[in-house]
Protein backbone atom coordinates (compact mmCIF):
# COMPACT_ATOMS: atom_id res chain seq x y z
CA UNK A 1 0.00 0.00 0.00
CA UNK A 2 1.09 3.58 -1.08
CA UNK A 3 0.57 6.45 1.54
CA UNK A 4 -2.30 8.97 1.03
CA UNK A 5 -0.20 11.66 0.14
CA UNK A 6 1.57 10.06 -2.36
CA UNK A 7 -1.88 8.94 -4.01
CA UNK A 8 -2.66 12.37 -4.19
CA UNK A 9 0.75 13.27 -6.35
CA UNK A 10 0.54 10.11 -8.38
CA UNK A 11 -3.08 11.12 -9.70
CA UNK A 12 -2.12 14.63 -10.15
CA UNK A 13 1.24 13.36 -11.74
CA UNK A 14 2.54 15.65 -14.45
CA UNK A 15 0.46 16.32 -17.92
CA UNK A 16 3.92 17.20 -19.22
CA UNK A 17 5.44 13.94 -18.85
CA UNK A 18 2.27 12.17 -19.91
CA UNK A 19 2.43 14.03 -23.67
CA UNK A 20 6.35 13.19 -23.92
CA UNK A 21 5.34 9.61 -23.65
CA UNK A 22 2.50 9.98 -25.56
CA UNK A 23 5.10 12.03 -28.33
CA UNK A 24 7.40 9.01 -28.36
CA UNK A 25 4.55 6.62 -29.23
CA UNK A 26 3.51 8.81 -32.02
CA UNK A 27 7.31 8.83 -33.28
CA UNK A 28 6.79 5.26 -33.40
CA UNK A 29 3.51 5.18 -35.58
CA UNK A 30 4.43 7.99 -37.67
CA UNK A 31 8.34 8.60 -37.73
CA UNK A 32 9.91 10.96 -35.35
CA UNK A 33 9.86 13.43 -38.32
CA UNK A 34 6.65 13.82 -38.46
CA UNK A 35 5.99 14.65 -34.86
CA UNK A 36 6.28 18.07 -33.40
CA UNK A 37 7.05 17.72 -29.95
CA UNK A 38 7.56 20.59 -28.05
CA UNK A 39 5.74 18.87 -24.59
CA UNK A 40 8.92 19.47 -22.75
CA UNK A 41 11.80 21.66 -21.69
CA UNK A 42 14.34 19.06 -22.35
CA UNK A 43 17.46 21.12 -24.34
CA UNK A 44 18.22 19.99 -27.83
CA UNK A 45 21.33 21.89 -27.86
CA UNK A 46 24.23 19.45 -26.66
CA UNK A 47 26.63 20.66 -23.84
CA UNK A 48 29.24 23.12 -24.45
CA UNK A 49 32.27 20.87 -25.85
CA UNK A 50 34.21 22.35 -22.77
CA UNK A 51 32.36 20.38 -20.42
CA UNK A 52 33.14 17.02 -22.26
CA UNK A 53 36.91 18.38 -21.73
CA UNK A 54 36.29 19.58 -18.02
CA UNK A 55 35.41 15.74 -17.41
CA UNK A 56 37.77 14.17 -19.51
CA UNK A 57 40.70 16.47 -17.91
CA UNK A 58 39.43 15.60 -13.97
CA UNK A 59 39.64 11.90 -14.63
CA UNK A 60 42.79 12.50 -16.07
CA UNK A 61 44.55 14.58 -13.03
CA UNK A 62 42.73 14.56 -10.11
CA UNK A 63 43.12 12.32 -7.67
CA UNK A 64 40.14 9.41 -7.78
CA UNK A 65 39.37 9.21 -4.54
CA UNK A 66 38.83 13.15 -4.42
CA UNK A 67 36.92 13.58 -7.31
CA UNK A 68 34.61 10.23 -6.62
CA UNK A 69 34.30 10.85 -2.68
CA UNK A 70 32.12 12.09 0.08
CA UNK A 71 32.83 16.10 0.49
CA UNK A 72 31.15 18.05 3.09
CA UNK A 73 27.31 18.03 2.45
CA UNK A 74 27.02 21.94 0.79
CA UNK A 75 29.73 21.04 -1.79
CA UNK A 76 33.68 21.29 -2.36
CA UNK A 77 35.06 24.02 -0.76
CA UNK A 78 37.29 25.11 -4.07
CA UNK A 79 34.09 24.43 -6.29
CA UNK A 80 31.88 26.93 -3.82
CA UNK A 81 34.50 29.37 -3.96
CA UNK A 82 34.72 29.49 -7.33
CA UNK A 83 31.10 30.09 -8.13
CA UNK A 84 31.02 32.37 -5.51
CA UNK A 85 33.96 34.20 -7.18
CA UNK A 86 32.15 33.80 -10.90
CA UNK A 87 29.26 35.47 -9.26
CA UNK A 88 31.16 38.55 -7.73
CA UNK A 89 32.84 39.31 -10.97
CA UNK A 90 28.73 39.76 -12.44
CA UNK A 91 26.85 41.44 -9.94
CA UNK A 92 29.56 43.07 -8.08
CA UNK A 93 28.44 41.07 -4.84
CA UNK A 94 31.25 39.56 -2.07
CA UNK A 95 29.61 35.93 -1.88
CA UNK A 96 32.56 33.26 -0.52
CA UNK A 97 32.00 29.78 -0.59
CA UNK A 98 30.08 29.93 2.26
CA UNK A 99 27.43 31.35 0.69
CA UNK A 100 27.27 28.79 -2.14
CA UNK A 101 25.58 25.37 -1.37
CA UNK A 102 25.81 22.83 -4.27
CA UNK A 103 22.60 20.87 -5.06
CA UNK A 104 21.07 18.38 -6.95
CA UNK A 105 19.55 20.71 -9.65
CA UNK A 106 16.94 23.70 -9.15
CA UNK A 107 14.49 20.69 -7.86
CA UNK A 108 16.73 19.06 -5.24
CA UNK A 109 17.92 23.19 -4.41
CA UNK A 110 14.06 23.83 -4.00
CA UNK A 111 13.42 20.77 -2.35
CA UNK A 112 16.12 21.79 0.38
CA UNK A 113 15.22 25.21 1.10
CA UNK A 114 11.46 24.29 1.84
CA UNK A 115 12.67 21.55 4.59
CA UNK A 116 14.76 24.17 6.15
CA UNK A 117 12.21 27.03 6.00
CA UNK A 118 8.69 25.03 6.44
CA UNK A 119 6.50 23.88 9.08
CA UNK A 120 3.55 22.30 8.11
CA UNK A 121 0.20 24.28 7.13
CA UNK A 122 2.72 27.30 6.36
CA UNK A 123 2.39 29.13 2.83
CA UNK A 124 4.45 29.71 0.13
CA UNK A 125 2.90 32.27 -2.57
CA UNK A 126 3.84 32.40 -5.88
CA UNK A 127 2.71 33.50 -9.08
CA UNK A 128 0.87 32.03 -12.16
CA UNK A 129 1.65 30.53 -14.19
CA UNK A 130 4.05 28.73 -12.43
CA UNK A 131 6.15 25.34 -13.00
CA UNK A 132 3.97 22.86 -11.69
CA UNK A 133 6.41 20.74 -9.65
CA UNK A 134 6.80 23.77 -7.16
CA UNK A 135 3.11 22.43 -5.70
CA UNK A 136 5.37 18.76 -5.06
CA UNK A 137 8.27 20.73 -3.73
CA UNK A 138 5.77 22.75 -0.88
CA UNK A 139 3.87 19.98 -0.46
CA UNK A 140 6.75 17.60 0.21
CA UNK A 141 6.59 19.85 3.45
CA UNK A 142 3.27 19.93 4.42
CA UNK A 143 3.18 23.50 3.16
CA UNK A 144 0.72 24.91 1.56
CA UNK A 145 1.04 27.05 -2.29
CA UNK A 146 -0.60 29.84 -2.94
CA UNK A 147 -1.19 31.02 -6.31
CA UNK A 148 -1.50 34.45 -7.23
CA UNK A 149 -2.40 35.36 -10.94
CA UNK A 150 0.27 37.47 -13.15
CA UNK A 151 -0.94 40.21 -14.47
CA UNK A 152 -2.92 39.20 -17.32
CA UNK A 153 -1.52 40.68 -20.48
CA UNK A 154 2.04 41.00 -20.00
CA UNK A 155 2.60 37.95 -17.38
CA UNK A 156 4.73 40.57 -15.17
CA UNK A 157 3.91 39.72 -10.97
CA UNK A 158 1.09 41.51 -9.92
CA UNK A 159 2.37 43.47 -6.44
CA UNK A 160 -0.35 44.51 -5.38
CA UNK A 161 -2.42 41.09 -5.69
CA UNK A 162 1.21 39.56 -3.89
CA UNK A 163 0.33 41.96 -0.92
CA UNK A 164 -3.21 40.36 -0.79
CA UNK A 165 -2.36 36.82 -0.82
CA UNK A 166 0.40 37.59 1.95
CA UNK A 167 -0.70 36.45 5.54
CA UNK A 168 0.88 35.52 9.57
CA UNK A 169 2.12 31.99 7.70
CA UNK A 170 3.44 33.48 4.65
CA UNK A 171 7.19 32.04 4.79
CA UNK A 172 8.45 32.85 1.16
CA UNK A 173 7.82 33.88 -2.34
CA UNK A 174 8.80 32.45 -5.18
CA UNK A 175 9.43 33.85 -8.69
CA UNK A 176 11.21 32.64 -11.78
CA UNK A 177 12.42 35.25 -14.52
CA UNK A 178 12.91 34.08 -17.11
CA UNK A 179 9.81 32.59 -17.06
CA UNK A 180 8.97 28.88 -17.54
CA UNK A 181 5.89 28.89 -18.66
CA UNK A 182 5.59 32.23 -20.08
CA UNK A 183 8.93 33.00 -21.41
CA UNK A 184 8.72 36.79 -19.89
CA UNK A 185 11.70 38.32 -18.13
CA UNK A 186 10.69 40.14 -15.17
CA UNK A 187 10.98 43.78 -15.48
CA UNK A 188 13.31 45.88 -12.85
CA UNK A 189 10.31 48.26 -12.15
CA UNK A 190 7.76 45.19 -11.23
CA UNK A 191 10.64 43.39 -9.47
CA UNK A 192 11.02 46.86 -7.42
CA UNK A 193 7.19 47.07 -6.64
CA UNK A 194 7.36 43.28 -5.30
CA UNK A 195 10.11 43.62 -3.08
CA UNK A 196 8.78 46.73 -1.45
CA UNK A 197 5.76 44.81 -1.00
CA UNK A 198 7.58 42.09 1.12
CA UNK A 199 8.89 44.33 2.95
CA UNK A 200 6.12 46.01 4.37
CA UNK A 201 4.85 42.95 4.90
CA UNK A 202 8.00 41.53 7.08
CA UNK A 203 7.27 44.60 8.75
CA UNK A 204 4.11 44.08 9.54
CA UNK A 205 4.14 40.38 10.63
CA UNK A 206 7.45 40.87 12.39
CA UNK A 207 8.84 37.75 10.33
CA UNK A 208 11.22 37.09 7.38
CA UNK A 209 9.73 36.53 4.08
CA UNK A 210 11.99 35.05 2.14
CA UNK A 211 12.57 35.21 -1.58
CA UNK A 212 13.32 32.37 -3.48
CA UNK A 213 14.29 33.19 -7.24
CA UNK A 214 14.16 30.57 -9.61
CA UNK A 215 16.81 30.90 -12.09
CA UNK A 216 17.24 27.96 -14.00
CA UNK A 217 16.86 30.37 -17.50
CA UNK A 218 19.18 33.13 -16.41
CA UNK A 219 21.51 32.62 -19.43
CA UNK A 220 18.96 32.37 -21.99
CA UNK A 221 17.59 35.50 -22.56
CA UNK A 222 17.17 37.63 -26.22
CA UNK A 223 17.90 40.95 -27.38
CA UNK A 224 19.85 42.29 -23.89
CA UNK A 225 17.03 42.11 -21.95
CA UNK A 226 18.30 43.09 -18.11
CA UNK A 227 17.86 40.27 -15.51
CA UNK A 228 18.41 42.06 -12.30
CA UNK A 229 20.08 40.00 -9.65
CA UNK A 230 17.42 39.79 -6.38
CA UNK A 231 19.66 40.13 -3.72
CA UNK A 232 20.15 43.05 -4.23
CA UNK A 233 16.81 44.42 -4.11
CA UNK A 234 15.70 42.46 -1.49
CA UNK A 235 17.97 40.92 1.33
CA UNK A 236 15.75 38.12 2.15
CA UNK A 237 16.61 36.17 -0.93
CA UNK A 238 17.93 32.80 -2.11
CA UNK A 239 18.82 32.48 -5.08
CA UNK A 240 18.41 28.94 -7.17
CA UNK A 241 20.00 28.09 -10.18
CA UNK A 242 20.92 24.83 -12.56
CA UNK A 243 22.74 24.08 -14.90
CA UNK A 244 20.11 22.06 -16.55
CA UNK A 245 19.50 24.67 -18.91
CA UNK A 246 22.52 26.85 -19.04
CA UNK A 247 24.68 24.38 -19.91
CA UNK A 248 22.14 21.43 -21.09
CA UNK A 249 22.37 19.28 -18.11
CA UNK A 250 19.51 18.43 -17.34
CA UNK A 251 19.99 14.73 -16.36
CA UNK A 252 23.33 15.31 -14.53
CA UNK A 253 21.18 17.16 -11.44
CA UNK A 254 23.61 20.02 -10.67
CA UNK A 255 23.31 23.38 -9.57
CA UNK A 256 23.45 25.69 -6.21
CA UNK A 257 21.97 27.54 -3.83
CA UNK A 258 23.02 31.09 -2.78
CA UNK A 259 22.47 31.98 0.41
CA UNK A 260 23.74 35.57 1.10
CA UNK A 261 25.27 36.54 4.27
CA UNK A 262 22.67 39.09 4.82
CA UNK A 263 19.21 36.92 4.67
CA UNK A 264 17.63 37.15 8.69
CA UNK A 265 19.19 34.38 10.25
CA UNK A 266 21.63 33.71 7.69
CA UNK A 267 23.81 31.24 10.34
CA UNK A 268 21.02 29.26 11.29
CA UNK A 269 20.01 29.12 7.60
CA UNK A 270 22.77 27.84 5.95
CA UNK A 271 23.02 25.17 8.47
CA UNK A 272 20.42 23.80 8.57
CA UNK A 273 20.53 23.78 4.51
CA UNK A 274 23.62 22.00 4.61
CA UNK A 275 21.78 19.03 7.04
CA UNK A 276 18.46 19.32 4.64
CA UNK A 277 21.18 18.38 1.45
CA UNK A 278 21.88 15.56 3.91
CA UNK A 279 18.97 14.10 5.27
CA UNK A 280 16.81 14.24 2.13
CA UNK A 281 19.36 11.53 0.48
CA UNK A 282 21.06 14.00 -1.37
CA UNK A 283 23.82 13.40 0.54
CA UNK A 284 26.07 16.02 -1.68
CA UNK A 285 25.62 17.07 -5.42
CA UNK A 286 26.93 14.72 -7.63
CA UNK A 287 30.62 15.15 -7.16
CA UNK A 288 32.46 14.94 -10.85
CA UNK A 289 29.72 17.23 -11.82
CA UNK A 290 30.77 19.82 -9.00
CA UNK A 291 34.14 19.95 -10.55
CA UNK A 292 33.35 19.77 -13.96
CA UNK A 293 31.06 22.73 -14.01
CA UNK A 294 33.69 24.89 -11.69
CA UNK A 295 36.15 24.24 -14.70
CA UNK A 296 33.04 25.78 -17.27
CA UNK A 297 31.93 28.95 -15.09
CA UNK A 298 32.15 31.03 -18.26
CA UNK A 299 30.64 28.71 -20.78
CA UNK A 300 27.80 29.66 -22.70
CA UNK A 301 25.25 27.91 -24.32
CA UNK A 302 24.04 28.33 -28.08
CA UNK A 303 21.38 30.93 -27.55
CA UNK A 304 21.08 32.17 -30.97
CA UNK A 305 20.21 28.34 -31.83
CA UNK A 306 16.98 29.15 -29.51
CA UNK A 307 16.47 32.71 -30.83
CA UNK A 308 16.11 31.07 -34.61
CA UNK A 309 13.60 29.42 -33.18
CA UNK A 310 12.02 32.09 -31.48
CA UNK A 311 11.84 34.07 -34.16
CA UNK A 312 10.30 31.30 -36.54
CA UNK A 313 7.53 30.43 -34.31
CA UNK A 314 6.58 33.84 -33.39
CA UNK A 315 6.69 35.38 -36.92
CA UNK A 316 4.37 32.53 -37.73
CA UNK A 317 2.36 32.83 -34.89
CA UNK A 318 1.87 36.21 -35.14
CA UNK A 319 0.98 36.16 -39.27
CA UNK A 320 -1.43 33.11 -38.81
CA UNK A 321 -3.17 35.12 -35.96
CA UNK A 322 -2.18 33.55 -32.83
CA UNK A 323 -2.22 35.74 -29.48
CA UNK A 324 0.87 34.87 -27.20
CA UNK A 325 3.13 36.68 -25.01
CA UNK A 326 6.53 37.76 -26.19
CA UNK A 327 9.28 35.63 -25.17
CA UNK A 328 12.17 37.26 -24.03
CA UNK A 329 13.68 35.00 -22.36
CA UNK A 330 13.87 31.11 -21.05
CA UNK A 331 12.54 28.67 -24.49
CA UNK A 332 9.32 28.92 -24.33
CA UNK A 333 6.12 29.94 -26.02
CA UNK A 334 3.03 31.00 -23.99
CA UNK A 335 -0.02 30.64 -26.27
CA UNK A 336 -3.47 32.10 -25.84
CA UNK A 337 -5.67 29.19 -26.82
CA UNK A 338 -8.09 30.00 -29.56
CA UNK A 339 -11.14 28.54 -27.39
CA UNK A 340 -11.86 28.83 -23.86
CA UNK A 341 -10.89 25.10 -23.11
CA UNK A 342 -7.42 24.90 -24.04
CA UNK A 343 -7.22 20.94 -23.46
CA UNK A 344 -9.78 20.98 -26.72
CA UNK A 345 -6.82 22.95 -28.49
CA UNK A 346 -4.48 21.03 -27.49
CA UNK A 347 -6.55 17.51 -28.71
CA UNK A 348 -6.90 19.30 -32.14
CA UNK A 349 -2.99 20.26 -32.40
CA UNK A 350 -2.38 16.87 -31.58
CA UNK A 351 -4.32 15.89 -34.98
CA UNK A 352 -1.44 18.21 -36.55
CA UNK A 353 0.69 15.82 -34.20
CA UNK A 354 2.13 18.82 -33.01
CA UNK A 355 2.24 18.20 -28.85
CA UNK A 356 2.13 21.63 -26.33
CA UNK A 357 0.76 21.25 -22.94
CA UNK A 358 -2.50 22.50 -21.44
CA UNK A 359 -2.28 25.80 -19.31
CA UNK A 360 -3.93 24.39 -16.45
CA UNK A 361 -0.58 22.65 -15.78
CA UNK A 362 0.46 25.65 -15.13
CA UNK A 363 -2.28 26.51 -12.85
CA UNK A 364 -3.69 29.16 -16.14
CA UNK A 365 -6.24 28.04 -18.05
CA UNK A 366 -6.83 28.86 -21.66
CA UNK A 367 -3.24 28.97 -22.57
CA UNK A 368 -1.13 26.74 -23.95
CA UNK A 369 3.38 25.68 -23.66
CA UNK A 370 5.11 25.18 -26.51
CA UNK A 371 8.18 24.83 -25.62
CA UNK A 372 10.83 25.39 -28.50
CA UNK A 373 14.01 23.99 -27.34
CA UNK A 374 14.47 21.33 -29.97
CA UNK A 375 15.59 21.15 -33.74
CA UNK A 376 14.54 24.05 -35.88
CA UNK A 377 13.33 21.21 -38.38
CA UNK A 378 10.60 20.73 -35.74
CA UNK A 379 9.86 23.80 -35.49
CA UNK A 380 9.90 24.19 -39.53
CA UNK A 381 7.91 20.84 -39.76
CA UNK A 382 5.01 22.65 -37.80
CA UNK A 383 4.45 25.58 -39.57
CA UNK A 384 2.02 24.54 -41.93
CA UNK A 385 0.03 22.58 -39.04
CA UNK A 386 -0.18 25.97 -37.90
CA UNK A 387 -1.48 27.94 -40.33
CA UNK A 388 -4.18 24.98 -40.50
CA UNK A 389 -5.63 25.10 -36.90
CA UNK A 390 -5.67 29.20 -37.33
CA UNK A 391 -7.79 28.53 -40.48
CA UNK A 392 -9.75 25.91 -38.80
CA UNK A 393 -10.76 28.57 -35.58
CA UNK A 394 -11.03 31.41 -38.06
CA UNK A 395 -8.13 33.43 -35.97
CA UNK A 396 -7.59 35.70 -39.64
N1 LIG B 1 12.39 25.55 -11.99
C1 LIG B 1 11.90 25.75 -13.21
C2 LIG B 1 11.16 27.01 -13.48
C3 LIG B 1 12.07 24.80 -14.22
O1 LIG B 1 11.55 25.01 -15.43
C4 LIG B 1 12.76 23.61 -13.93
C5 LIG B 1 12.93 22.55 -14.94
O2 LIG B 1 12.38 22.56 -16.00
C6 LIG B 1 13.26 23.45 -12.64
C7 LIG B 1 13.08 24.42 -11.70
C8 LIG B 1 14.02 22.21 -12.25
O3 LIG B 1 15.25 22.20 -12.89
P1 LIG B 1 16.40 21.14 -12.55
O4 LIG B 1 16.53 20.25 -13.73
O5 LIG B 1 17.63 21.99 -12.38
O6 LIG B 1 16.04 20.45 -11.32
Not at 45 to 69: C, F, S
Not at 116 to 135: A, H, I, K
Not at 221 to 246: F, H, N, Q
Not at 383 to 388: D, E, S, V, W
Request: aromatic share 12%.
Amino acid sequence: MISEKMKGYVKNSSAIRAMFEEGKKMAAIYGAENVYDFSLGNPNVPAPEEVAEAIRTILDTEDPVLVHGYMNNSGYEDVRGAVAASLNKRFGTAYEAKNILMTVGAAGGMNVFFKTLLNPGDEVVTVSPYFGEYRSYVGNYDGKLIAVPADAVTFQPDAAAIREAITERTRALILNSPNNPTGAVYTRESLVAVAEVLREAEEKYGQPIYLFSDEPYREIAYDGVEIPWMPSLYADTVVGYSYSKSLSLPGERIGYLVIPSEIEGFEDFIGAANTANRILGFVNAPSLMQRAVAKCLDCKTDVAYYDTNRKLLTGHLSATGFTFVKPDGAFYLWIKSPVADEKEFVRKAKEERILIVPGSSFGCAGWVRLAYCVAKETVEGALPGFTRLAEFYGLK
